[in-house]
């Protein structure tokens, strides 16, 4: 069965910076693209990222453009997400979620969270 | 960018009855848009692609419909288990937008 399962969340200081992983099985991870999602404490979904199966192409929302960048080893089966000058606004709990026909998010993780505070 | 906007932004219903869920477009987004479900402390689920076609393992209560810019979650007939939030989804130019959710309480 899909799993995918988050790491690398935790408490850091404003401007700080983070990686998070997502570690995939039960699929070809090397044949689908892959997203970040986040939500903010009692708040919606925010689509933060998404990589092509071959980590080809990447996009991103606009608030998170020049400090986070998504990437994939597709030797590991895993999905990164390196994040810099983090922000209060960034605090979330960030999920990473397959790709199901180019435009829908068929698989999510539990989630890591991250708190950005001094 | 698409904006998506859900109405309403909470609905009171009890078991047994009938919800109707709309997420409108800010521009036409065809038939690609889906509905999510997520429960507090879970994450999202798919249950709704393509605005009507039912994702592996959804119950046949959870329909949907629309194309271009209106869309409509409707569930037949509340189960205990149903009482989530509901958002709506789309893609545009390799950018995803989610709308703001429908909670679904008991009433």
């Known amino acids: 069965q899909v799993q995918l399962v988050e790491s690398g969340g935790g408490v850091v200081q404003p401007g700080g910076s983070l990686r998070l992983s997502c570690a995939a099985s039960?699929?070809?991870?090397?044949?689908?693209?892959m997203h970040w999602v986040r939500q903010a404490p009692g708040k919606g979904l925010e689509w933060v990222a998404f990589?092509?199966?071959?980590?080809?192409?990447?996009y991103y929302t606009d608030s998170v453009k020049g400090r986070f960048t998504i990437s994939r080893d597709n030797s590991k089966n895993t999905l990164y997400l390196q994040m810099n000058s983090l922000r209060a606004e960034d605090t979330a709990v960030y999920y990473c979620?397959?790709?199901?026909?180019?435009?829908?998010?068929?698989?999510w993780g539990q989630g890591t969270l991250v708190t950005v505070s001094s | 960018e698409i904006v998506l906007t859900q109405s309403p932004a909470t609905l009171s219903l009890s078991p047994g009855e009938v919800a109707t869920l709309s997420c409108r477009a800010s521009?036409?987004?065809?038939?690609?848009l889906a509905w999510y479900q997520q429960k507090p402390g879970q994450a999202p689920r798919l249950l709704i692609y393509?605005?009507?076609n039912r994702a592996t393992g959804i119950p046949a209560r959870f329909s949907g419909s629309g194309s271009g810019t209106d869309f409509t979650l409707t569930i037949s007939s509340l189960e205990p288990e149903d009482f989530a939030v509901y958002y709506c989804?789309?893609?545009?130019?390799?950018?995803?937008?989610f709308g703001p959710g429908t909670k679904v309480d008991i009433k």
């Open positions: 979620a397959k790709v199901y026909v180019s435009t829908y998010l068929d698989y």
């Open positions: 039960g699929f070809t991870f090397s044949s689908y693209g």
């Open positions: 990589i092509r199966y071959d980590g080809s192409n990447k």
């Open positions: 521009q036409s987004v065809s038939s690609y």
């Open positions: 393509d605005a009507s």
């Open positions: 989804q789309q893609r545009s130019n390799w950018i995803f937008t």
